[in-house]
């Protein structure tokens, strides 16, 4: 059974006080990073509760497990990708959602553009970085940034905003943090490199986003700590 609505806003204020509190460490604004709630294998629930508690956002791994929610959510909540995408599902996705975040090769850059155009809208884009080099993770490495960017502004219909990793799994803190401050230094190249601005940056989650946030994350995804263990009795 999944969790009553009066237990998800217990679980999101909790989430949002340690928001504040990694903010505040960092000497950051209070509001500068945003919450994602990822609501992949959840019920279309968990997005409505997202919607109803003021999120206009939620983040979902698998394009078709999020088409089979879209309907049934409330029109105006925004969908993002934050899962590998294949550029024979672009075309939905370029119809559908509002943002993708793992975009990672050229390959789907020319799918996404192509169906971008065809719907006669503009997508927004996050590229996915390896930063923290795990053979595990998906994303181009550090040094393909550059011609991914590249090739992503030269896509009318496409709007990069900015970069998103995921740390390698590991028990040291450190680690995640290493892989954070590199993909912000990799922005930051990026940035002076092309004369853009890339001001998103997506990197930590429920385990992790103290760490992103002492970085410089502006968006962390959640999806275990507001809704939690996604096998139900």
Not at 118 to 131: K, M, P
Not at 187 to 212: H, I, K, Q, Y
Not at 213 to 224: A, F, K, N, W
Request: proline content about 4%; glycine content about 6%.
């Amino acid at each position: 059974m999944f969790i009553r609505y009066e237990t998800y806003r217990v679980n999101l204020e909790r989430v949002r006080e340690a928001i504040e509190a990694a903010e505040s460490k960092a000497g950051r604004e209070p509001g500068s990073v945003a919450l994602l709630p990822v609501t992949k294998n959840h019920p279309v629930d968990a997005a409505r509760y997202a919607f109803r508690s003021g999120l206009k956002s939620v983040g979902e791994n698998r394009v078709q497990e999020a088409l089979s929610k879209m309907d049934d959510a409330d029109a105006a909540l925004r969908w993002e990708l934050i899962g590998p995408l294949q550029s024979n599902k672009a075309k939905k996705v370029a119809e559908r959602f509002y943002r993708v975040q793992s975009v990672d090769r050229a390959k789907v850059i020319a799918a996404l553009q192509r169906h971008a155009l065809e719907s006669g809208r503009t997508l927004r884009l996050l590229l996915q970085v390896n930063a923290g080099d795990d053979p595990n993770k998906s994303g181009a490495d550090l040094e393909g940034a550059s011609p991914l960017l590249e090739c992503a502004l030269e896509q009318p219909n496409l709007q990069v905003d900015g970069l998103m990793t995921i740390a390698p799994l590991d028990d040291n803190p450190a680690v995640a943090r290493s892989c954070f401050a590199a993909l912000r230094r990799c922005r930051d190249r990026l940035e002076t490199e092309f004369c853009v601005s890339l001001p998103e940056l997506s990197m930590g989650m429920s385990g992790d986003m103290g760490e992103a946030i002492q970085e410089g994350s502006t968006m962390v995804r959640v999806g275990t700590a507001l809704y939690g263990d996604r096998e139900y009795a």
